[in-house]
């Protein structure tokens, strides 16, 4: 994978995130860009430990499914996608929930942790395609730091208008990454490799 395309996944991966910064930003009182800071390091430190582990195991199960373990990279991001897009329009998805008006540590953990699962599954998928892990994680955190900062700032302003169109496009994102593996290991589709 180069490194445009995980970019592309970073920005996906980091929509859940971009919500929940969203969200508390839209409650926060007191300063913004510390507030905004902190949240990005949850954020962006969870959503780069995660694809590691992930890769970890992945990279032990290469051997034994390598001959269609772009099948399962597919899967992976089509499933994680779909449900980013599914939950954007169920009513009884989550939405700004977030009420409290000040940092609290323990709900930062527990949010980052909740928006960075879907990145340990997309780290098996680098395990299983042999993908240069170290670049992976460092692209995936710092674009997820970035985007939850701005989020923090945007929620500060417009508050959790944007959640769903948040979603929606990470979720595309994702299952077009997983279609562009599929389709390169199926020989159907050859693109350059940008960087």
């Given at each position: 994978m180069n490194f445009f395309e995980i970019f592309l996944i970073g920005v996906g991966l980091s929509m859940d995130a971009l919500a929940a910064s969203i969200c508390k930003g839209a409650v926060l009182k007191g300063n913004n860009i510390k507030n905004a800071a902190i949240i990005g390091l949850f954020f962006g430190g969870f959503q780069a430990l995660m694809p590691f582990i992930g890769y970890l195991a992945g990279s032990q199960a290469e051997k034994f499914i390598s001959s269609f373990d772009h099948w399962i990279?597919?899967?992976l991001l089509a499933i994680l996608g779909?449900?980013?897009?599914?939950?954007?329009?169920?009513?009884?998805?989550?939405?700004?929930?977030?009420?409290?008006?000040k940092l609290d540590y323990k709900e930062l953990f527990m949010l980052a942790v909740a928006t960075s699962i879907d990145a340990l599954v997309v780290g098996i998928s680098f395990g299983m395609l042999g993908t240069n892990i170290g670049g992976a994680v460092a692209v995936i955190g710092c674009t997820t730091f970035a985007i939850?900062?701005?989020?923090?700032?945007?929620?500060?302003?417009?508050?959790?208008?944007?959640?769903?169109?948040?979603?929606?496009?990470?979720?595309?994102?994702?299952?077009?990454?997983?279609?562009?593996?599929?389709l390169e290991h199926l020989d159907i589709l050859r693109l350059p490799s940008v960087f």
């Amino acid at each position: 994978m180069n490194f445009f395309e995980i970019f592309l996944i970073g920005v996906g991966l980091s929509m859940d995130a971009l919500a929940a910064s969203i969200c508390k930003g839209a409650v926060l009182k007191g300063n913004n860009i510390k507030n905004a800071a902190i949240i990005g390091l949850f954020f962006g430190g969870f959503q780069a430990l995660m694809p590691f582990i992930g890769y970890l195991a992945g990279s032990q199960a290469e051997k034994f499914i390598s001959s269609f373990d772009h099948w399962i990279a597919f899967g992976l991001l089509a499933i994680l996608g779909g449900k980013m897009i599914f939950d954007s329009f169920n009513p009884d998805g989550e939405s700004c929930d977030i009420t409290k008006d000040k940092l609290d540590y323990k709900e930062l953990f527990m949010l980052a942790v909740a928006t960075s699962i879907d990145a340990l599954v997309v780290g098996i998928s680098f395990g299983m395609l042999g993908t240069n892990i170290g670049g992976a994680v460092a692209v995936i955190g710092c674009t997820t730091f970035a985007i939850s900062v701005l989020g923090v700032l945007v929620g500060k302003f417009f508050g959790s208008k944007f959640e769903k169109q948040a979603n929606i496009a990470g979720g595309c994102i994702l299952i077009l990454i997983g279609l562009k593996i599929l389709l390169e290991h199926l020989d159907i589709l050859r693109l350059p490799s940008v960087f």
